[in-house]
Antibody, heavy 117, light 110 residues
Framework: EVQLLESGGGVVQPGGSLRLSCAASAFTFSSYAMNWVRQAPGKGLEWVSGISASGGITNYADSVKGRFTISRDNSKSTLYLQMTSLSVEDTAIYYC??????????WGQGNLVTVSS | QSALTQPRSVSGSPGQSVTISCTGTSSDVGGYKYVSWYQQHPGKAPKLMIYDVSERPSGVPDRFSGSKSGNTASLTISGLQAEDEADYYCCSYAGAYSYVFGSGTKVTVL
């Protein structure tokens, strides 16, 4: 069964950096686009970033553009999200999600990032 | 990249039908046949319920159906059951590997 396991979350001070990872298994990782979606406490889902199967195309929500970088290592079946200049507004559960076509068919369990002084 | 507009809440009795609307623009909902719907129970990850406007993934009950007209998509739950009580989010592909989610709708089974 498809599994997506996020790691790397935790508590970070405002202005700090953090790198999230998402280890994928049970599917051909290099054949699928991947995404990061976040959910602030008590709020709705917000798409954060997406990357094509090869890694050659990336895109970002305006709220994170210039601060976050999505990448992938297809040899390790792992997706990454490098987050810099973090603010309290970035506090959220971050999910990685696999795309099939243009829908998100499998999601990880989520990883909490807390930005606090 | 403004969130798609959904009603904050809808409710219905067991066995009834409820419909959730999702309104966007010609740059997202109206421009693509790629609207999807996600169910989220408290403390859980979202689950894909509908993709490509009206397609159901394997394992999703046929009580769930989707449609679209212009810039508005809809999710209908027929024969409402207690386990359908959850938050529901629409999502539209918006081009260049980007997406926009709806604001979310809480479905309450009375």
């Amino acid at each position: 069964e498809v599994q997506l396991l996020e790691s790397g979350g935790g508590v970070v001070q405002p202005g700090g950096s953090l790198r999230l990872s998402c280890a994928a298994s049970a599917f051909t990782f290099s054949s699928y686009a991947m995404n990061w979606v976040r959910q602030a406490p008590g709020k709705g889902l917000e798409w954060v970033s997406g990357i094509s199967a090869s890694g050659g195309i990336t895109n970002y929500a305006d709220s994170v553009k210039g601060r976050f970088t999505i990448s992938r290592d297809n040899s390790k079946s792992t997706l990454y999200l490098q987050m810099t200049s973090l603010s309290v507004e970035d506090t959220a559960i971050y999910y990685c999600a696999k795309a099939t076509g243009w829908s998100l068919d499998y999601w990880g369990q989520g990883n909490l990032v807390t930005v606090s002084s | 990249q403004s969130a798609l507009t959904q009603p904050r809440s809808v409710s219905g009795s067991p066995g009834q039908s409820v419909t959730i609307s999702c309104t966007g623009t010609s740059s997202d909902v109206g421009g693509y046949k790629y609207v999807s719907w996600y169910q989220q129970h408290p403390g859980k990850a979202p689950k894909l319920m509908i993709y490509d406007v009206s397609e159901r993934p394997s394992g999703v009950p046929d009580r769930f159906s989707g449609s679209k007209s212009g810039n508005t998509a809809s999710l209908t739950i027929s024969g409402l059951q207690a386990e359908d009580e959850a938050d529901y989010y629409c999502c539209s592909y918006a081009g260049a590997y980007s997406y926009v989610f709806g604001s979310g709708t809480k479905v309450t089974v009375l």
